[in-house]
């Protein structure tokens, strides 16, 4: 089960990260001019409640698994924000950011190793 949050939590952190991304170009970016209006859009609110929303998961995560154990297996978010960016938003990236999240994945994959 603590798994399965820690699962959860990365998604969260990704989502999070997407609605961020979504709610700042929907407002232009943002910049002293506009900064209270971006930080009240619903998309930047969202992400804000998923972030919190995650950040409970983790503490539910970190009383259940070890921290040099959970820590680690949540650095798969970062590969997963790497798909996310070409998935969802039609970034290039290019074959070092590949090979880079496929690095993450296996270091993962060791560390969970038993």
Do not use: D
């Not at 959860?8 to 407002?27: P, R």
């Not at 959970?70 to 924000?81: F, I, K, N």
């Not at 994945?105 to 038993?114: C, F, N, P």
Request: glycine share 10%; aromatic share 12%; proline share 4%.
């Amino acid at each position: 089960m603590a798994y399965l949050m820690l699962l959860l939590n990365m998604l969260l952190l990704v989502a999070g990260q997407i609605t961020w991304k979504i709610g700042l170009q929907q407002q232009g970016g943002i910049h002293l001019g506009n900064l209270l209006q971006v930080l009240f859009s619903p998309l930047i609110l969202l992400g804000i409640a998923l972030y919190a929303v995650a950040t409970g998961l983790w503490f539910v995560v970190l009383s259940r698994l070890p921290l040099s154990l959970a820590y680690p297996l949540q650095s798969l978010a970062y590969a997963a924000g790497i798909f996310a960016a070409w998935y969802f938003f039609g970034e290039s990236v290019p074959l070092n950011r590949w090979i880079g999240a496929a690095v993450i994945v296996l270091g993962a994959v060791m560390i969970a190793a038993k």
